[in-house]
């Protein structure tokens, strides 16, 4: 992996962070859906729902920490999938913030937030494995040279 010597271990831990946060964001969103009033308003507080809230912000603040790694690293391999994983989360938090703020909270933006939720758990995986990818790549002995026998 090309880049600094520190960003395999970084992306590493942002990576495993950020799939523990993404649990936590649908046992949050599960237990906002289960306790929370029938209809949402931009005005509602309780705590499912400002758990929900702040995770939201972490995932999008480490994913966008991720992207900035992967450029480091200059890997195209690793770059898309954690710029997808950032657009994703980002159109989830757009998606969620709509539904608070549109009376009858529509199931279409419901429905938004939680495909947009599917989608950047999925780039996540595919970051992770092409991350576990060049790590033992980077990590194999070389192969040995070939002699010149003659």
Same mark, same amino acid.
């Given at each position: 992996m090309a880049g600094p010597t520190w960003? !395999?271990?970084v992306l590493g831990a942002l990576i495993m962070t950020t799939f523990v946060l993404l649990l936590l964001q &649908? /046992?949050?969103? $599960?237990?906002?859906?289960?306790?929370?009033?029938?209809?949402?308003?931009?005005?509602?507080?309780? !705590?499912?729902l400002t758990a929900?809230?702040?995770?939201?912000?972490?995932?999008?603040?480490?994913?966008? &920490? /991720?992207?900035? $790694?992967?450029?480091?690293t200059r890997d195209l391999g690793l770059i898309l999938p954690a710029l997808l994983a950032l657009a994703f989360i980002g159109a989830a938090g757009i998606e969620g913030s709509l539904f608070v703020r549109?009376?009858?909270?529509p199931d279409m933006d419901s429905t938004g937030m939680a495909v947009a939720f599917l989608l950047a758990f999925?780039?996540?995986?595919?970051?992770a494995r092409r991350?576990?990818?060049?790590?033992?790549?980077?990590s194999a002995p070389a192969a040995p040279?070939?002699?010149a026998s003659g």
């Open positions: 960003a !395999p271990r &649908l /046992a949050s969103g $599960v237990w906002t859906n289960l306790t929370g009033p029938s209809t949402f308003t931009a005005d509602t507080m309780f !705590p499912a929900h809230y702040g995770v939201g912000y972490l995932l999008g603040i480490l994913a966008l &920490l /991720a992207l900035v $790694v992967t450029g480091l549109t009376a009858g909270n999925i780039a996540q995986i595919f970051l991350w576990a990818a060049r790590r033992r790549a980077a040279a070939a002699s």
